[in-house]
């Protein structure tokens, strides 16, 4: 029964007029991240600029290598 039931709820989650997606977010996800939101936008800034330094300091060392 576990299969059927797994594949029931990605149905449930996948067909539009269900709107699966959106209870499921709505009822779930939605309290976890209002609750967090300024965290996780500050934790995304971070990762933000660190993933540029880091493409940057490899974007460095490769075109010195070139030279």
């Keep these: ?3 059927e039931a797994k594949l029931a709820f990605f149905i449930f989650l996948w067909y539009p007029k269900t709107k699966g997606t959106t209870y499921v977010y709505d009822s779930f996800f939605r309290p976890y991240v209002a609750k967090y939101a300024t965290k996780i936008d500050c934790n995304l800034l971070e ?10 300091l490899y974007w460095q ?6 030279i």
């Design 1 to 3: 029964m576990y299969t």
């Design 61 to 66: 060392r490769a075109f010195s290598y070139r």
């Design 47 to 56: 990762l933000r600029t660190r993933a540029r330094d880091i493409a940057v």
